[in-house]
């Protein structure tokens, strides 16, 4: 059964300061990976999605890479703001059978940028 | 404009009472989710559904019931039968197929039991 794990789980960071989340799944048999950010008591925002056959996304000040053959993926945001503190959920899209995919989701790193 | 909407955003029942979440897209969406979201737990898959009148159980099914009568709507209710259903819970939507399947998520339920 597919694992997400994603460390460290809550990290501080200071204005200004460019920061890596690490996303880690056990099997590399995935369709594609995606990454969200959730604010408190929000629904999840879809931020970058990278297909299988891809090395890397970008959208502005984020870039997402996939290793899929180690099983990871980062989350690099450059110049952080204040308005990035949320929580990071990554998830990787797998064939479930008879013509459905699933996502199996990781508990999220919790980001606080300090002004 | 398009996307999921939730509601009610807050829900409160007492124990025992069966209550219905409702959810509706207007992305064309073929596929549709419902996940449970607990602190320190990250999301669950409670059932899912790939085209209208049918739907397959997720990871934690028991205690739910959903339906697809329209491709636009997937009400999720929770019965008397869930054993611990205080949680927020998230719907989602997809287009089928291998290629991207990109899912969008609504902005929540949060349900209290007591």
């Known amino acids: 059964k597919q694992e997400v794990t994603q460390i460290p789980a809550a990290l501080s960071v200071p204005e200004g300061e460019n920061l890596v989340l690490n996303c880690s799944f056990t099997d590399s048999a995935i369709y594609n990976l995606q990454w969200f950010r959730q604010d408190p008591g929000k629904g999840l925002t879809s931020l970058l999605l990278?297909?299988?056959?891809?090395r890397e996304q970008t959208s502005g000040r984020l870039n997402a890479s996939l290793d899929k053959s180690s099983g990871r993926s980062t989350l690099y945001i450059a110049a952080s703001q204040p308005g990035d503190s949320a929580t990071y959920l990554c998830a990787v899209r797998e064939y479930s059978g008879a013509g459905s995919y699933q996502l199996t989701f990781g508990k999220g790193t919790k980001l606080s940028v300090i002004p | 404009d398009g996307g999921i909407t939730q509601s009610p955003k807050y829900l409160f029942r007492k124990e025992g009472q069966n209550v219905t979440l409702s959810c509706e897209q207007n992305?064309?969406?073929?596929?549709m989710y419902w996940y449970r979201q607990d602190p320190g737990q990250g999301l669950r898959l409670i059932y899912y559904s790939q085209i209208v009148n049918d739907f397959q159980k997720g990871d934690i099914a028991e205690g739910y019931s959903v339906s697809r009568e329209k491709k636009e709507s997937f009400p999720l209710t929770v019965t008397s039968a869930q054993k611990n259903p205080t949680a927020f819970y998230l719907c989602?939507?997809?287009?089928?197929?291998?290629?991207?399947?990109?899912?969008?998520f609504g902005p929540g339920t949060r349900l209290t039991v007591t």
């Open positions: 992305l064309n969406h073929d596929a």
């Open positions: 989602a939507s997809s287009s089928t197929g291998t290629y991207r399947g990109e899912q969008y």
């Open positions: 990278i297909q299988s056959s891809q």
